[in-house]
């Protein structure tokens, strides 16, 4: 079975500075691996994901993530984060059994 | 807007009591998928629909279960409810058009609340 390690629960970080948020899997097949922000109050939305081809994946509100197959990563950056950016960032894992294996959840705090 | 409706967006209710929460999802898409995001479990996933069958089952309990009508909106039925059952309930759908790779559009939840 699959599972996802999300190494930060909590990361507080300044208005325009960047941030960076730490995933680790876990599997014994191929993965599809998905990143989506919960903000307050809010159902979950898809930031970016990772089918396959290029390592490096762009999503929308300027983020983007890169897939390591060596380290079992998929790290999500942002250069310069807003204020708009808090909310609570899950990543999630897929094999063919369609089902999503979220992490525990990073809540982003952005303070002016 | 994901374009997948809940209702109720909350719900109180007692222990021992049953209720239903409704989902309909995205214009074509075929699959409804149920999570329950609890402070101690997180988001987990409890089951899966496809065009009216079930598909996958997940961390669910006997004492909850779903369907998914002709019109492809489904219902999450929970009876005996306990005071761990209270949590925000998500429904999920998808176009599956390539398995697990399919994007999920998530809706605005459901917050139980057993008191």
């Known amino acids: 079975a699959q599972s996802v390690t999300q190494l930060d629960s909590q990361v507080p970080v300044f208005e325009e500075a960047p941030v960076e948020l730490r995933c680790n899997y876990s599997?014994?097949?191929?993965?599809?691996l998905f990143w989506y922000v919960q903000y307050p109050n809010q159902g979950l939305q898809l930031l970016l994901k990772y089918l396959s081809g290029s390592t490096l994946v762009k999503g929308i509100n300027g983020f983007e993530a890169e897939f390591n197959k060596s380290q079992t990563s998929f790290h999500l950056r942002k250069p310069s984060v807003h204020i708009s950016d808090t909310a609570e960032y899950f990543c999630?894992?897929?094999?063919?059994?369609?089902?999503?294996?979220f992490g525990a959840g990073t809540t982003v705090t952005v303070r002016a | 807007d994901s374009g997948v409706t809940q209702t109720p967006k909350h719900l109180i209710t007692a222990t021992g009591q049953r209720v239903t929460l409704r989902c309909s999802p995205r214009?074509?898409?075929?699959?409804v998928y149920w999570y329950q995001q609890s402070l101690d479990q997180g988001l987990q996933f409890l089951i899966q629909y496809y065009n009216g069958e079930e598909r996958a089952k997940g961390n669910i309990l006997e004492r909850f279960s779903a369907q998914q009508f002709p019109d492809l909106h489904s219902e999450l039925n929970l009876s005996s409810l306990e005071l761990g059952d209270s949590a925000l309930y998500f429904c999920a759908s998808s176009a599956i058009s390539s398995g697990g790779s399919d994007t999920q559009y998530f809706g605005p939840g459901t917050r139980l609340t057993v008191l």
């Open positions: 214009s074509g898409d075929l699959s």
């Open positions: 599997s014994s097949v191929s993965v599809y």
């Open positions: 999630a894992v897929s094999v063919n059994d369609y089902k999503l294996s």
